[in-house]
T-cell receptor, first 111, second 112 residues
Framework: QKEVEQNSGPLSVPEGAIASLNCTYS??????FFWYRQYSGKSPELIMS????GDKEDGRFTAQLNKASQYVSLLIRDSQPSDSATYLC???????????FGPGTRLSVLP | DTAVSQTPKYLVTQMGNDKSIKCEQN?????MYWYKQDSKKFLKIMFS???????INETVPNRFSPKSPDKAHLNLHINSLELGDSAVYFC???????????FGPGTRLLVL
């Protein structure tokens, strides 16, 4: 059974701080890794994807991947109240067809 | 123009009924998915179609039957609805060569 695990939270950070979200996965054959943001009552939207070990930066977001440790993280710099949402980690298989999602971490950015 | 649309948005029905949810995408994608998100927000893949062919069929009761009449549409029919079927059902699509999935707005199903 392929699994993706995340701390459910809630993770509370003050406005302007760095929010750090973590994710581990069980399938060593996983090739692609994604972070989705889901606001309450809305559908998930992709914010970052990462495929190779190391860091990938996009604006205030940085995704980090360590395949040896089977670990993916998302850093949000200068957190804003509008970043308050549930963040879903997703992992896809070698064929890029099947996506397994984690349970999500609820982030609350306090003004 | 909505990229991935689902109908209906809300569905309230009695146990034992049969219902259908429809999904359409106008992005020209060739892969479409059905996901179920339960009350604990766990998003689980149910089915995936590529060019109208079923390629992923996770462990889902056979009361659930997907149908893809063409590449732009993927419908989900549910027979003999049970209380545990209450959830939000999301349709998603992507290009086979692309990684980004685009999700529909969801259908909130409540079985009484």
């Amino acid at each position: 059974q392929k699994e993706v695990e995340q701390n459910s939270g809630p993770l509370s950070v003050p406005e302007g701080a760095i929010a750090s979200l973590n994710c581990t996965y069980s399938d060593r054959g996983s090739q692609s890794f994604f972070w989705y943001r889901q606001y309450s009552g809305k559908s998930p939207e992709l914010i970052m994807s990462i495929y190779s070990n190391g860091d990938k930066e996009d604006g205030r977001f940085t995704a980090q991947l360590n395949k040896a440790s089977q670990y993916v993280s998302l850093l949000i710099r200068d957190s804003q109240p509008s970043d308050s949402a549930t963040y879903l980690c997703a992992v896809s298989d070698n064929y890029g067809q099947n996506f397994v999602f984690g349970p999500g971490t609820r982030l609350s950015v306090l003004p | 123009d909505t990229a991935v649309s689902q109908t209906p948005k809300y569905l309230v029905t009695q146990m034992g009924n049969d219902k259908s949810i429809k999904c359409e995408q106008n992005l020209g994608h060739d892969t479409m998915y059905w996901y179920k998100q339960d009350s604990k927000k766990f998003l689980k893949i149910m089915f995936s179609y590529n060019n109208k062919e079923l390629i992923i069929n996770e462990t889902v009761p056979n009361r659930f039957s997907p149908k893809s009449p063409d590449k732009a549409h993927l419908n989900l029919h549910i027979n003999s609805l049970e209380l545990g079927d209450s959830a939000v059902y999301f349709c998603a699509s992507r290009r086979t060569s692309g990684e980004t999935q685009y999700f529909g707005p969801g259908t909130r199903l409540l079985v009484l």
